[in-house]
């Protein structure tokens, strides 16, 4: 049965399943190595204080290691998050970004670190960024933790990345497949 059957037929993905059809490409130590190393970069590149604004729901394993990753350097960061219109079941952008859910709080001046878990085409960070900025932060950088260069619709460039990566479907450390996989602890690529 492939992935494609399993996700869609609703049954859950048994571990033999996952094995044969998720091949690994970053695992739990190299991923939490760049996880410090990105933390490190990131802290020495804010002036001030900033703010974490994950985009869920893909970002919500790697923003739970940065903060605790920040909060062992000496910062302990704010967090709050906006929600943006998934890929549903498909593994295509539909280039329609729509904001699903917004911030509570207002961040009027606020330097921020808008995080995500991949940027692709680029049109969901590209509006991410904009919707901060019309909220009135006074800075936006952005974080992803992978990011794949040759898929871009636009000339997006985020300002962290964890790995570049050439254009195949991941999954993984809070990446989905119509929901699925999330839970995996490594990140493994989907043909
Ligand atoms: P973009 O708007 O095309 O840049 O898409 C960004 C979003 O699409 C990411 O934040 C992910 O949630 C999702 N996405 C892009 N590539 C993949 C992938 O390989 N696996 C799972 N989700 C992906
Ligand atoms: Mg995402």
């Known amino acids: 049965m492939s992935i494609r059957e399993t996700v869609q037929g609703e049954t859950s993905v048994s571990e033999t399943e996952i094995k044969k059809q998720v091949r ?56 709050e998050f906006i929600r943006l219109s998934s890929y549903g079941r498909d593994k295509e952008s539909s280039g329609d970004v729509k904001l699903l859910s917004d911030l509570p709080e207002d961040i009027a001046g606020k330097q921020v670190l808008l995080v995500d878990d991949i940027v692709d085409t680029g049109l969901s960070l590209d509006y991410a960024v904009e919707h901060i900025l019309k909220k009135g932060a006074s800075q936006v950088k952005t974080c992803v933790l992978l990011d794949k260069p040759s898929r871009r619709a636009n000339d997006f460039k985020a300002d962290f990345i964890g790995f570049s990566i050439d254009d195949v479907f991941v999954v993984g450390y809070g990446i989905d497949y119509a929901g699925q996989y999330r839970s995996l602890p490594y990140i493994g690529i989907v043909d």
């Open 24 to 79: 690994p490409l970053y695992d739990e130590t190299e991923i939490a190595s760049r996880v410090e190393e990105l933390a490190k970069e990131i802290g020495r590149t804010f002036e001030g204080d900033f703010m974490i604004v994950g985009v869920l729901k893909g970002c919500f394993v790697f923003v739970a290691d940065l903060i605790r990753q920040f909060n062992r350097n000496g910062m302990p960061l704010e967090v």
